[in-house]
């Protein structure tokens, strides 16, 4: 099946305190990992595992979905698949685990495991950043998975700001695009890396996704994580 029994990280005698002791390593099964953080998720058009949350839980976007043509105002996670109950679901149970003790180590261990088949993880293919607290933990699973490359495209400006100010720059593991307002809108200066969505495509000003060529599937595209991309522009369909 999807979830293997085999193990990954922490001796079972830490689990009853945390944090566990300097020289205890904490320990999971696959099994186990996966029920705490409320499993990962599969996108279609990418090259591994994703993280998704409920669109209807973002706190930016919420908002921006009632106005006219901004980048929220269509969002393909409020349609389809991602309203099946089973799905809503399984968001719930994500949201909820966040503030479990034990997530950056779950979340590690899981996106460990898994490298063997693809290096790249894409935060939030639904939903986004519930908070400072919330980027933090996002941030601790990157530099416990070094060699695998993230990306977290999201709208919540406020909390990148109030990051950075905080803690500095993000690993060099993990590109952050802060999405920009509206469709054909300018990239986002406050940050480094963004993404936009337009109308056509000599309005993308670094690059444009080409996954509307090509099945609408990443194939051996990886540019959404490469941070020498200021700006990744898509094609609104």
């Known amino acids: 099946g999807l979830i293997p029994e085999t193990c990954l990280r922490v001796a079972p005698e830490s689990r009853g305190s945390f ?6 390593v904490i320990m999971f099964t696959v099994k186990e990992a996966w029920a705490l953080v409320g499993g990962l998720s599969k996108p279609s058009k990418m090259p591994g595992h994703g993280y998704g949350l409920s669109a209807k839980d973002c706190k930016t976007g919420s ?5 006219a ?14 309203v099946f109950p089973n799905v809503y679901e399984a968001h719930q149970r994500r ?31 639904s939903g986004d950043l519930q908070g400072v607290a919330h980027l933090k933990k996002i941030v601790e699973v990157c530099n416990k998975t070094p060699e695998v490359m993230h990306w977290l495209p999201t709208r919540e400006a406020g909390f990148i700001k109030e990051y950075k100010n905080k803690y500095g720059e993000f690993p060099k593991n993990l590109v952050v695009r802060l999405s920009a307002t509206m469709v054909n809108g300018v990239p986002h200066k406050s940050h480094g890396h963004s993404s936009t969505v337009v109308t056509s495509e000599n309005l993308a000003t670094s690059h444009l996704c080409k996954a509307y060529k090509q099945d609408n599937e990443c194939k051996s595209c990886r540019a959404c994580w490469d941070p020498k991309y200021p700006d990744i522009a898509y094609l609104k369909h």
């Open 63 to 67: 908002i921006l979905r009632k106005v």
């Open 69 to 82: 043509n901004s980048v929220c105002s269509a969002c393909y996670a409020l349609k389809g698949r991602y």
């Open 19 to 24: 944090p566990p002791a300097e020289k205890e």
């Open 95 to 125: 949201l909820k685990s966040i503030d479990n003790k034990l997530w950056v180590e779950a979340m590690a261990s899981l996106i460990n495991w898994y490298k063997k088949k693809s290096k790249y993880f894409r935060w939030h293919d």
